[in-house]
T-cell receptor, first 111, second 112 residues
Framework: GQQVMQIPQYQHVQEGEDFTTYCNSSTTLSNIQWYKQRPGGHPVFLIQLVKSGEVKKQKRLTFQFGEAKKNSSLHITATQTTDVGTYFCAGPDQAGTALIFGKGTTLSVSS | DGGITQSPKYLFRKEGQNVTLSCEQNLNHDAMYWYRQDPGQGLRLIYYSQIVNDFQKGDIAEGYSVSREKKESFPLTVTSAQKNPTAFYLC???????????FGPGTRLTVL
């Protein structure tokens, strides 16, 4: 079946270092969405990318959608302790009925 | 204040008992979803509903049941047939299956 995979599963960085998480889908996606879940919290929507090759920035966060619309990445520049959490990517299933979530990348940051 | 509410935040039940988790939204969204989250497993879809009085099984529906009698409400019942019910349960809603989902704060269920 359709799958969305994320790597790495865990990443630990020193504060100030950069961080990247990668998302790959087994099928072409109409859009890709990114969510952040803080420890003990619930997922919160960050952004949606729709166009092939699209790049969007939110302050220190840069999101990319691949040319083939099957992969995406989230890059954080100069991480801060407030970036700690699990980052999920998600894309609509082929039937257009629900989102398929990746298993997430958990980021920890030490100061 | 618009959003999704889930209650209770923590729930303890004895093995063999059915338990119902509440999910209410005032966002006027047609679509609602239930997910289960276990450590390292991401979000697994239990049931979803695109419209009132209609719902579909997700990837792990066995041992769960839902109803959608009102647009605002999508309660989830964890039955005694669910072999490993202890988990974090998240409810979400969206105006379209293609668009962003808004999540509730979640219910952490522990079965003793």
């Amino acid at each position: 079946g359709q799958q969305v995979m994320q790597i790495p599963q865990y990443q630990h960085v020193q504060e100030g270092e950069d961080f990247t998480t990668y998302c790959n889908s087994s099928t072409t996606l109409s859009n890709i969405q990114w969510y952040k879940q803080r420890p003990g919290g619930h997922p919160v929507f960050l952004i949606q990318l729709v166009k092939s090759g699209e790049v969007k920035k939110q302050k220190r966060l840069t999101f990319q959608f691949g040319e083939a619309k099957k992969n995406s990445s989230l890059h954080i520049t100069a991480t801060q302790t407030t970036d700690v959490g699990t980052y999920f990517c998600a894309g609509p299933d082929q039937a257009g009925t629900a989102l398929i979530f990746g298993k997430g990348t958990t980021l920890s940051v030490s100061s | 204040d618009g959003g999704i509410t889930q209650s209770p935040k923590y729930l303890f039940r004895k093995e063999g008992q059915n338990v119902t988790l509440s999910c209410e939204q005032n966002l006027n969204h047609d679509a609602m979803y239930w997910y289960r989250q276990d450590p390292g497993q991401g979000l697994r879809l239990i049931y979803y509903s695109q419209i009132v009085n209609d719902f579909q099984k997700g990837d792990i529906a066995e041992g769960y049941s839902v109803s959608r009698e009102k647009k605002e409400s999508f309660p989830l019942t964890v039955t005694s047939a669910q072999k490993n019910p202890t988990a974090f349960y998240l409810c979400a809603s969206s105006d379209s299956p293609y668009n962003e989902q808004f999540f509730g704060p979640g219910t952490r269920l522990t079965v003793l």
